[in-house]
Each structure stands twice: as C-alpha cells, then as structure tokens.
C-alpha cells in the first residue's frame, strides 16, 4: 500500500480547509435527475384566503408550496431546514403570510428521518427562521391561535430511539421567541396531536403516545391517553369516560366549526376497544363508533381522522386505503386517492369540495370532493434506497422507491420522449424495496429484489422470473422461525469480475451462476443473531411483521474489484466479516468500536488495495446519533475510526472510494455529503447544491458523482476529474487537462430532471478575479482556431424558436466563462463558430459541430497563454446504425460550406435591410433592382409566404444538424443549386451596395 508523509497529509488537510472556506470548487454543481414521481407526503394545509395555495411536508424532501391547485409545487425549505423531514404545517387563520412548521415525522417507520424543532415563516413561505424546540424529535402537530397568530402550540412526540425530556406540549405567545412545556408526562410518553375548540380557543384538546422504535420493533403504549385544558393550556386533566381503560397505543383527534361540542378520537388500542370514539359533550364521554381494523391498519404508521368543517357526521380516516362516513364514523366506505397509504387530508373551512390529501405519493388537490386529483408526477421526493448504474450510453439509474416499485432513469435523454421525461422512467422488476441491478454488459437483464424475494427482469419481455431463495412467505413469522431471514431490503451484487456471478444474502451469503435458477450457500451464519432481537415486532397492541423488522440479517455485501474472492459483508446487527477464498472460509473482523446492534450500512472494499477496506455503521435507531466510518488498511486486523470533521450528530449511511484517485472518499450521511482527500484522515462539507436530505448510495461512474437520497431523488455531478487532480491549491493560473468526451446529441434541460448540454468541461483556476479579458480558444489538432469565447463579451443567446411549418429549432446560447477566484468550468458544446449576424451579440452563435477527434483548449488570461488537449469520441451507439467517424466529417465539411453560406447570405441581407431603412427615413423611392433583390433573399411578409434564399439556406442548415449522419446527395446538390443561386445574385448586389464581395472574409463571423 503506498503511504503518504505526514507533511503531504498536513498539505492536503490545508488545502481541504481553503476549498470549503474559499469556495475551491463553487463551480462544481449536481443536477437532479428525477424521478419526479412522488414521494411520501406526512403533512399538508392550506390557505383559506387563498384556495389554489396549499403546503406539503415529506418524509425527507422537506416542505413545498403550490399556487395553482398542484399543478406545480415548488420547494419552499431549501436553504434554511437542517432537515427534510416535516411533521407538520400550518398556516395562521389571521395572517396568510405566517407559518408554522414543525420538523419529524409522526409515521415512525425504520427507516423515519429525525426532525431539528420548529420553524417559522413571516412572508408565506419565501424566507425561514428557526424558532426552536430543536430537541423534540418528531412532531405531530402545529395549530396557530385562530386570532392571534402569536401564539402557537406544538405537539413533539419526542425522539423515536430514545427516551428523552423535551417531549410533551409546547407553548409560545411571542411567535416561536420563547416556548413554554405546557403538558408533559414522561421522557417516554410524548404528544402525538393538539386541537382547539373551534368556538372556544382556551379550550383544547390533546393526545399523549409512549413510542419506541428499535430496529426489530415498535412499541406503542402501553400509556397514552386524551387531556383537555379549559384555561388556554396553563392546567390540564385527562379525559376517560368511555375511553379504554388499560392499554392506549396512538390517537388521533378532530373537531368541527359545525358542531363544537363533538370531538372524534380515533384511539389504538386492543382489538375490540381500538376504533373511532365520538364526544357530543367535549370530550365529557366517549362512544365507539366503529371498531373497523380498516381504519387503524398499522396506527404507528397512519392513524388520522379528521371531519367536514360544514358536516359534523362526514368523517374521514387516512389509513393503507382513504375512508370516508357519512353517519358519524358508524359506516365507512373507501375513496380512490392517486396513491395508497393516506396520512392527511386538509379540508377548505368554506368551501368543503377543495382539499388537499397526502399519501405515500406525495400530495394531492381536489376541486369536487375527492372525484378527480391533482397529479403527483410533479414532486422530485423519491425516497431511494440505494443506486446502481448500467452501462448503456447514457448510463441508467436503478433503485427500489419506497411506497412505489423499483425504478429507473436516464442520466441524459437517451431518445425523444413524446410524454417528457416521464416517458423514460421504467419499474425492472421487484418492488419498492429494491435493489435493482443491471448485469453489467447486458442492461436488459436486471436483478432486482422485493422484500427479499429475487427475480430476474428481462426489459425485451417486460416480465419477470421469479427465483425466491427457500421460496417461503416471510410476512408475520418470528424471524427467529425463519430458515432463511431476508430483510426488505436484502442486497443484491454482481461480482465486479464476472457478471455470471450475483450474491444475493440472507444469514447467508447465497451465489448464483445461472441467473438465479439454482443458489449455493457459501458462508455460515454472520450474524450476531441475539434472541433478544429474535421477536414479533409491534407490541403491546399492534403486531406489525413486514420484514422490514427482521433482525439479524446480512445488510451489506461487496467483493473487491481488485482481488476475485474477496469478499466483504456486513449484518444490520453488528458483525462484519470477510472471505479471502471465495466463501470456503470466513473471518469475523468486526471492529470493537461498532457496538452492538449497529448496522452496517456499507462495506467499501478499496478499489486501490486488497488490504483496506471502510464500514459504515448506523446506531441512531439505538439513540446513539454519533457517525461511524471505519477503515482497516490490514485486512480487517485493525480498524481506524475516520470521522473527523464529521459533526457529532450526523449519522453516516454510506461511503465510497474514488475508482481513479486512491484516498478521494466520499460519505453520505443523514444531512448531506462529505467528502475527504486524505483517506478519511479529515472530512469536509461537500453540500454544493445539493439539499439537505439523507445521502443513502453513492456511485462513481464515467467521472461522475451519483447519489441516491431518501426524499429527493437521484443527483448526479458530472465530471469530477477537477477533485481527482488538485492536491494543493495551486499558486497561479492553471487549465486543467479537460477529460475526453463522448459527442452526445440531445437537448439539455435545467429543471427537474435536469439533464446536462453535451459537450467537453473546461476547468481552470484563478488565484484572484480578475478585471481584465480571459479568453477561451479552441484549436484543431492543427492550431487553427475554431471557436472562441471572451469573459467580457458576457453570456449571449438568441431566443429559440422553431418553425411550425418545418418543426425546425433556430437560435442558441453561448455562455461567458467565469473569472471567479477558485475554479471555474466553462462548457465547449462542440460547435464550431457560428454564422454572421448583424446584431453582435447573436453573431457566432448556433454553429456546427465539429466531427470526433483531438483538439486543442487554449487560455488567455493577461496575454499568458495556457494550452490542454482533449479527445472527443463519436457516440458509442452510432455504430449500430453503421455511422463512421468519416461520415461525420463530412457532415462537418458540407455543414461548414452551409455555415459560409449563411454568413455570406446574411452579410448581403444586412446591406440591403440597411439601405431599405435608408429609403424609408428619407421617403425616397428605391433604386431600380433593390426590391428585386431584396425579395430574392427575404421572404415577403404574410401567412404561409413563399420562403426565398436566406429562407432556404437556414432550411438546409437544420436538415443537416438535426442527427449524426452522412450527408444524402439531395444536401449536396441542394448546396450548390443555393450556392449557384447566390453567387447570381452577387453582381446586383454589388452593383447596388457599391462592395466587392470579394473584399470580404468568407467566414464572416471571425470578421
């Protein structure tokens, strides 16, 4: 293993302090793939003054806002939450521009994501300011005094994992500047909601729930419980009469303007007494309306009621399905929402046809009572477990969606989609659980596993084989029972070495050679299999054994991309453990700082050398929030904590090496991205754009940076190379040896998905902005220039518009590269230099490409010239259509004539126009030939017009740069019928403008 001085590590700690404190890499940026398919939705409202605006808060996407009923949502949050999970939102009944938002999530899954206290907002959601409670963990509700906006109640659950103090009812009268505990219990029993009366504010309403999350349960109750306070919160007594007596789990409260003496609770508890009470006497005494196990299906997870504020008998209930009575919770029939699992409804006060209703797919409006919704392919929320990438070009992305199914995604457009880039997403098999993994050298074929059942997804058929290892029913066992105990999301990995062999793990590591059809078993138990953990989970009320419980399983699994036969894995329970001989033998090598019950999110053996290899490990589902990277440079012998510069409290979920640069690292935490040049001796902040959601999977791949979040989707940085060359800030101007690039030909897109504008990364650093003109060349691999592009000229474009009656596009951009202090990227698009046009800052733009092969990048900052080259590859999947890189050198011949045309045609017309403008000034009748000639070149005025020579030539121009191609004869010929045309032209011209053409550069627009 090659070992760096202490003095090299002491120069790369510096320079990692100068990159986040200088912005270093400020010009480094992600962009969001999508999906755009929602995630899931905790929290919504609305405004009642105004009836298209409405907010949502997920899982871990943070909070949003629409204005048009949800046709668009925009993020509201970014920038100011130090976490993407939303308990709950409320807006002011006095004042639409106050807000009120409280952090974590009241659906206490495994995998629920903390929340960071309360925030508010005075200007309708455009700016944020923390408010505290920053402690509280999970919070149920947030309910604003109907009068005075000032004063505010927030129900904190508490933290999930942990018994904790700052649980129970928070108070503020002063806006969120001081709070008040107004009811609390225990360090175990927090408050789940919080009503008001509606005709009487000192009156209230609230819910107490003991919870506890442990990786392998959920406990809820035994305490919980409804209080009420008469004196606006100072004193509080519980309620009972008619409520069970024994063992209380979740509640859910609603109230109703129609009748303030009713009060609905929907109350877990044991079968026969959980169910939906009323109170015709506020809360005085309860009946049981309903008992149906519909409308407490999971209460950890759901367990919402909520009542018409017009009707106090229509009742609804979100639950797996959406409910909704008529009778007052006594008969319930299901309503159809754009997505299962129902979690919020909000209901406008006057007009009760409009809602807005949140479900695992995010969030959704109604304008007629639930018949028809809003869509939610408009929301980049999905929670991905993990990513993985094929081999195509562009490459994929795949993942299991948490509440949807498997997915996948192109990181650039691979075709023209009718429907968008929604048309491009595919489900490859298994289910929300995921993985799904491409076999590498076939992206048809992928692997993919639904709650640890594995099948083989052929993407030619469209079907899935089925090839279950031990083929049994998982759900409801004790996993103790279990011969083989797959989590849900149980891996799935292909050896880097030979894609015939995938790994798929239960207690066991399982292989397969043939796709599945037969398994072997090629370890023992590496588990620490605790009995403790060996349980039902759901207790004392409500069983819940889905899998995602199971403990005691294999939750990581990697072999070495170096050394066939190493293997390395870990279980969600602690231990890890390696393989040198290709599973015949294995070796416990857990470090003895993992602690027990951890789980081992990643194994990264490295990619550099057989010897090291990272663990990270995840302890906050046992109330220990520290984060936990481990590196063994000695097969496992000895382990290193590597966490410095990491806070305290960000749990760290994954971390990668760099394939290219040994001891480049990456770690995604549960807040955002850290990155480390050292080998994990320190971490830096690595957020760029990115928002504040837990980083899950990370991949690097062709150069990029991809990652997998739970709450906003797939990210990806393209071209990284800048972070694998720099180790030490440099001491003057540097160009960077731009990477080679692949001539992709699709249209780039800035929002969500954002897809990249194809073409080569040209990074360079500038110690101090500077004032005076840089300069960017591109030279052929003979010097000569062939596009140029000035700091000063700024960034230029031409509106782009596209011709009805041809579909053709016509205009473009050209970008000003950056004298920023640090290092700038500026983008050559492969475009040779434009046309000439009159107007100068349209003049060089929307030139042709240039065909694949070496060029030169020249820079000139203060008359210093620095060079670079760079090689630039056809697209890999011309070869299937039989396109040579000669056929696009003669496009790009052919296309450079045109261009000439277009300059010269142009140049011509510019004349004339500018003696027309002459004429028509000064009232004078043109000379004879003028308008003849003028309606040659232009186009007459009018619908459907004739078009004439400029007309035609920029018609031929787009013909020939809609595709990589060889040129069909009708091009040449149709090139030389213009070229003759305007050459006729010229001695009319010259004899009216009083110019020799000849005089004139032929590529006008170097002029």
Known sequence: MKRMSISFLFLLLGLFTFAQESGLYSSLKFRNVGPTRGGRSTTVTGVVQSPGTFYMGTTGGGLWKTTDYGINWKNISDGYFSTGSIGAVRVAPSDQEIIYSGTGSDGIR?????GKGVYKSSDAGKTWEHIGLEETGHIGAVEIHPENPDVVFVAAIGQAHAPNKERGLFRSTDGGESWQKVLYIADTIGIVDFEFNPDNPNEMYASAWQVDRKPWTIKSGPYGGIWKSIDGGNNWFKLTSGLPSKVIGKIDLAVTPANPDVLYALVEAPEGDGGLYRSNDRGASFELMSADRGILDRPFYYCNVDVNPLDEETVFVNSTRFYRSFNGGKDWKTMRTPHGDNHDIWIHPTDTSLWVQANDGGGNVTLN????????????????????????YPYWLYAGQQDNSTI???????????????????????CETGPAVPKPGDPNTVYSNCKGRFGVYNKITGQESQYYVGASNMYGHNPKDLKFRFQRVSPIHVSPHNPEVVYHTSQYVHRTLDDGKTWEIISPDLTAFDPETQVISGNPITRDVTGE???STIYAIRESPISKGVIWVGSNDGPVHVTYDNGKTWTDVTPEGIGPYGRVDSVEPSPHDENKAFVTVLRYQLGDWKPYIFKTNDKGESWELITNGIPDDYPVRVVREDPETEGLLFAGTEFGLYHSHDDGEEWSA????????????????????????????????????????????????????????????????????????????????????????LTINILSSDGAIINSFTSKAGDRSSPRSTSMATGFSFGGSSPSPGTNPGFNRFQWTFNHVGPWHENESRSGLGGPRVSPGDYKVQLNVDGKLFDSEVRISPD?????????????????????????LQSKVRYMNGKLEEMKSEYEEKKRKPRKGFEELYYEINSREGRYMVPKLEAQINYLASMLRRADQLPGKDA??????????????IPEWERLTKEKMDDIPLNLSNK
């Open 110 to 114: 495994s995998n629920i994501i903390v």
């Open 972 to 985: 040449y010929d149709r090139f030389d019928e213009l070229s003759t045309k305007l050459n006729s032209l």
């Open 876 to 900: 890999p999947r011309l070869k299937y259509a039989g396109i040579t890189v000669q056929d696009l050198k003669a496009q790009e011949e052919l296309n450079l004539k045109i261009r000439d």
């Open 408 to 430: 996948s995604v192109p990181s650039n457009p691979p075709f023209n989609s009718p429907a968008g880039p929604n048309g491009y997403w595919m489900s490859v098999g298994g």
């Open 549 to 551: 419980e199971f403990h």
């Open 686 to 773: 690595f957020q760029q754009n990115l928002p504040v959601t837990p980083i899950t999977d990370i991949k690097i791949f062709r150069n990029d940076l991809i990652l997998s979040t739970m709450g906003r989707s797939f990210w990806i940085m393209d071209d990284i190379s800048v972070l694998r060359k720099v180790n030490k800030e440099p001491d003057q101007v540097t160009l960077l040896n731009p990477e080679d690039a692949i001539m992709y030909r699709y249209r780039s897109r800035n929002s969500t998905p954002s897809y990249s504008t194809p073409g080569v990364n040209i990074d360079y650093y500038l110690k101090d902005s500077i004032n005076s003109e």
């Open 369 to 392: 009572n639930g018949e028809s919704w809003s869509v939610q392919s408009n929301q980049p929320t999905a929670e991905l477990y993990q990513v993985e990438v094929d081999d195509q």
